[in-house]
């Protein structure tokens, strides 16, 4: 079983950064890919960002893209996402997730239906 816990949501004002973090405790984190995904009330999960298991390939959402990066530590079994100028419609609860199904192809990685595991949740509210 894989425990995904988030940290580094909170308040910030429009044009304000923030990083969230995701700790995992599978001993397999550093084998396959992770990503992050969002919702608000009422609306589906959408996908923000991926990276596969190396680090080496990473995938955004067009919302976001040059606005936040995400990172992974195999080392230390964290996936970061880094949110730069964030925009009120970037208010949500963030998740993070990991999958476990080797070769998962980039298009597939935007899908929650590909993640096994999924973290709590944390809270990302920008005021305008």
């Known amino acids: 079983q894989v425990q995904l816990v988030e940290s580094g949501g909170g308040l910030v004002q429009a044009g304000g950064s923030l990083r969230l973090s995701c700790a995992s405790s599978?001993?397999?984190?550093?084998?396959?890919?992770m990503g992050w995904f969002r919702q608000t009330p009422g609306k589906e999960r959408d996908f923000v960002a991926a990276i596969k298991w190396s680090g080496s390939t990473t995938y955004y959402a067009d919302s976001v893209k040059g606005r936040f990066t995400i990172s992974r530590d195999n080392a230390k079994n964290t996936v970061d996402l880094r949110m730069n100028n964030l925009k009120p419609e970037d208010t949500a609860v963030y998740y993070c997730?990991?999958?476990?199904?080797?070769?998962?192809?980039?298009?597939?990685?935007?899908?929650?239906?590909?993640?096994?595991?999924w973290g709590q949740g944390t809270q990302v509210t920008v005021s305008s």
């Open positions: 997730a990991q999958n476990l199904r080797p070769n998962t192809s980039g298009i597939s990685l935007m899908f929650p239906s590909s993640y096994n595991y």
């Open positions: 599978g001993r397999t984190f550093s084998s396959y890919a």
